[in-house]
């Protein structure tokens, strides 16, 4: 017995719901994998991407990581985007932050986590290069929702900003950039910065 069979048998009923549903469900699911959206979120276990967008498996690919971060040196993330740009070929990115995220709140903390704390700072340089904004909000909510929203814009920015995106769009390829906040509160997503398709348009 493991300590486990709880998830075993929850992936046993899911499966047979999914066949009652359409027998050929699995069979389709194997044939290929041809999604017109990538998302980029954070790790969080109360954000599961295609729940939160209604769509199924096989219809988003996905990169979580703490904080939703796309930085320059992070291969993980880059070989996603790269992967499905260049080979799954998806029309639309989006990076999703939320509302009441721990890494957010956690990099506005002075104390010591370990080797996270690295991974935090990228997110402690937006708080200061927004600090006179983000003073003038009237409470530490406020402040914080806006910096997961900032944090969102600067992640976003820093997509365009690859080589990946800058050479899909210099050969005309059909992508769109979306920049997106959900709300845990309420279930929502709020459109931030959408359909971003060009070197101009970036924020």
């Not at 499966?15 to 699911?29: E, G, N, R």
């Not at 909510?141 to 365009?160: H, I, K, P, S, Y």
């Not at 005309?172 to 101009?200: A, M």
Request: aromatic share 8%.
């Amino acid at each position: 017995m493991s300590l486990l069979d709880h998830l075993l048998a929850n992936n046993r009923n899911w499966a047979a719901s999914k066949i009652a549903q359409d027998p050929d469900f699995f069979q389709q699911l194997t044939k290929q994998q041809k999604p017109k959206y990538l998302w980029i979120g954070c790790a969080d276990s109360r954000v599961p991407a295609n729940q939160i967008i209604g769509l199924a498996p096989g219809e988003v690919f996905v990169h979580r990581n703490v904080a939703n971060l796309v930085i320059h040196t992070d291969f993980n993330a880059l070989s996603v985007i790269e992967y499905a740009v260049e080979v799954l070929k998806v029309e639309h990115i989006i990076v999703c932050g939320h509302y009441g995220c721990g890494g957010i709140e956690a990099a506005t903390r002075i104390e010591q986590r370990g080797l996270v704390d690295n991974w935090l700072r990228h997110i402690q340089d937006i708080h200061q290069k927004y600090r006179t904004e983000l003073a003038e909000l009237p409470s530490k909510e406020a402040q914080l929702q806006r910096l997961c929203e900032l944090n969102v814009r600067e992640q976003l920015n820093n997509v365009c900003r690859t080589t990946i995106i800058q050479s899909a769009w210099q050969r005309g390829q059909k992508l769109f950039l979306h920049g997106w906040v959900y709300s845990i509160n309420d279930g929502l997503v709020r459109e931030l910065w959408p359909d971003i398709n060009h070197v101009e348009t970036i924020i």
